[in-house]
């Protein structure tokens, strides 16, 4: 079997199609590796069908051949997959929304390979360029460095962190927001209101509100479900917004308006730059009345 650049498991998924497309066009030979045989062949890539968790010897013979392995499969394939540790100086990556234990079973599976976690904190539709990626260096290096140097020329703009910061920011941006967008969905469907009404009347922040709420559900479910379930530190996150909804109910009922400032003193603190944040919402508000 020739020699190819990069092997990208998980390559028809959407973080894979992304991944593999720019390697692509930095001029390297790439092959995209999937349980699906289906579909055209995508950024002029060879594909192997093939599972990455009980490899035949036709994807071992290529994992064999390779200096960068992409993982871009879910955490419970990615925990099971057989990749060699052979002693060659490979680069292995995962792209995973859940750092900490698959961190933690790094050493006892590779003692060779460099091995790196990124994850585009983004849609894979919407690109790389301009947007950022939390990075963590599981086992550092030289092809580590390659790597992030790619990313950085393709426009991500790289966070370095450790697992454990990656799971905790994570869960505050990601699951939280999840949360608080499902949340306002589901209370919406319970109101006795009609949705052609709320269309047509709802503000420019109900409007945000509702192209979140299609934006995530109209996704992949498992990739939401991940983010929820699979992220230690999510659970403390939805408490969190449960306990704030329970405070702001009591501040309402029970309080007077120096108590409600308060709540929004608080609500402000979360904020890492008040005057970026609302030149930012005006922008997005000037956009809304397109819908």
Request: glycine share 8%.
């Amino acid at each position: 079997m020739k020699s190819n650049d990069a092997v990208v498991v998980g390559g028809r998924g959407a973080v894979g199609t992304l991944l593999a497309g720019l390697l692509v066009s930095d001029g390297l030979s790439v092959v995209t590796v999937d349980v699906d045989a289906t579909g055209d062949p995508q950024h002029g890539c060879d594909h192997v069908q093939g599972n990455i968790v009980d490899p035949d010897d036709t994807l071992r013979e290529l994992l064999a051949s390779t200096t960068v392995v992409v993982l871009a499969v879910p955490e419970s394939v990615a925990l099971a997959a057989q990749v060699p540790d052979s002693g060659r100086d490979i680069l292995l990556v995962e792209t995973l929304s859940v750092k900490s234990r698959f961190a933690s079973s790094v050493e006892a599976r590779w003692t060779h390979a460099s091995v790196l976690g990124i994850n585009p904190m983004f849609a894979p539709s919407l690109g790389m360029d301009g947007r950022p990626v939390a990075a963590v260096v599981h086992r550092d290096g030289p092809r580590v460095g390659e790597f992030l140097a790619r990313l950085e020329t393709w426009g991500g703009l790289i966070v370095r962190v450790n697992a454990d910061e990656h799971d905790r920011v994570a869960a505050a941006t990601q699951a939280l927001t999840h949360a608080a967008v499902l949340a306002f969905g589901s209370a919406l469907a319970s109101l006795d209101v009609d949705p052609a009404l709320v269309h047509a009347l709802a503000p420019p922040p109900a409007r945000t509100a509702l192209a979140l709420l299609a934006r995530v559900t109209g996704g992949e479910p498992e990739v939401y479900w991940d983010v929820q379930s699979g992220n230690p530190h999510a659970v403390t996150a939805r408490s969190a917004l449960a306990s704030a909804m329970s405070q702001l109910n009591s501040v309402v009922e029970d309080g007077v308006v120096p108590d409600f400032e308060k709540f929004l003193d608080r609500a402000e603190s979360g904020l890492p730059d008040p005057a970026g944040y609302a030149a930012l919402c005006a922008r997005l508000f000037g956009i809304v009345r397109e819908q």
